[in-house]
Structure formats: structure tokens, C-alpha cells
């Protein structure tokens, strides 16, 4: 029987290539506003997830003082 080999998913060659390839799609001056819009995203992701963490916490300590 032969052994299949498996290749890494992302390799340094593959990720090299694929930020040539969007460097060529958006230009370099376009690159830095997408990673802006991408962090600030991020960002409201996390406050979102916070908030939400806080309510469950609040409605938990009300639920308890309660009984």
C-alpha cells in the first residue's frame, strides 16, 4: 500500500502567495483602511461579547439574591 503524504494546509510559500495576491488586488494604499475596518470590527465584536457576558453575570447575582 502506498502512504499519502499530507502537505501542511498553509506552508510559508502558501501564505506568501496570498498576500502577493491581495497586495495586487487592493494596491498598497488600499491594505491599510481594510486592516483598519477589520480591527474596529474586531473590536466591537469584543465589546459586544463583554456586554453580553455582563448581563448573563448581572441577571445570575439578581436571580440569586432574589431566592
Known amino acids: 500500500m502506498q502512504e499519502i503524504q499530507h502537505a501542511q494546509l498553509f506552508s510559508v510559500g502558501h501564505i506568501i502567495l496570498i498576500l502577493l495576491i491581495v497586495l ?27 456586554n453580553e457576558e455582563n448581563k448573563s453575570t448581572a441577571s445570575s447575582e439578581k436571580q440569586i439574591e432574589e431566592k
Do not use: R, W, Y
Open 24 to 50: 495586487l488586488l487592493f494596491g498598497g494604499k488600499k491594505i491599510p483602511e481594510l486592516m483598519k475596518g477589520l480591527g474596529q470590527g474586531i473590536k466591537e465584536f469584543k465589546d459586544a461579547s463583554k
